[in-house]
């Protein structure tokens, strides 16, 4: 076996138990309504950051220190509101509290837009969406962000959210890019040789990679991607 056929092995090795330890997430920029969708991908590319809104949740009431801006860490974490299965260091999104702010925000924004949504469905799309951003991305997470051109795949750094309410995800460079986007999550995306982040066209990737509309979900059947690793390993042996 050849150096560079041992190393692609290892590599794609590497690569399933890091997928099959961290698990694989699927990110979106948000829609059109209260986001400049073209310019949050900039801010995502440019900055190394992901984001997410807040769907109306008063992050105030959630946290009990008085330094609200920064990584949301385990100790400003309200007691109230802690994720039990995660030792109680988390925001737990599922707690009444939380479901009933998101509930009512969607009772609101339905009216508003004339649309007949389930508000309980909803909610627990939004609830789902936050939990992941919040307490299942960690240190080194690979996830695929939905740039508009393409899947493009990266990694999380840190292990904490952080709360900016006046950072680049709500205004860049004098321009308003979203009136909600207040959690972000600092990555690294794939790049190639000249530094652009690299996008995969929907079409060249499997069915089950592809976006959906939640904002994040997990990947449940990677398959497809071991697959393409496969065809890698076996290219390399020539």
Known sequence: MSQSESDTKEIAGMIRNHIEEKGLFRINRGNDRGVNVDLMTEVWMTENLISIGSWGIPIG???NSNQLEGPITPDKVDKDVRDPSRG??????RSDSIRTVLEDNYKKWNKKRGEDKNPTQQAGFAAGSLNRFFNKLTDGTPFLGNLGNGMAFGRVV????????NGSTVSFRGEDVSDDHLFVREVEWA???????IQIPY???PNKLGPVPQTVTEVSDVTGLYEQANVIEFLSSY
């Open 61 to 63: 009431e959630l946290l």
């Open 88 to 93: 109680g260091s988390r925001l737990n999104f």
């Open 158 to 165: 840190g292990e904490y959210p952080e709360y900016q309410p």
């Open 191 to 197: 790049r190639n040789e000249y530094g652009d982040v």
């Open 203 to 205: 079409g060249q990737l």
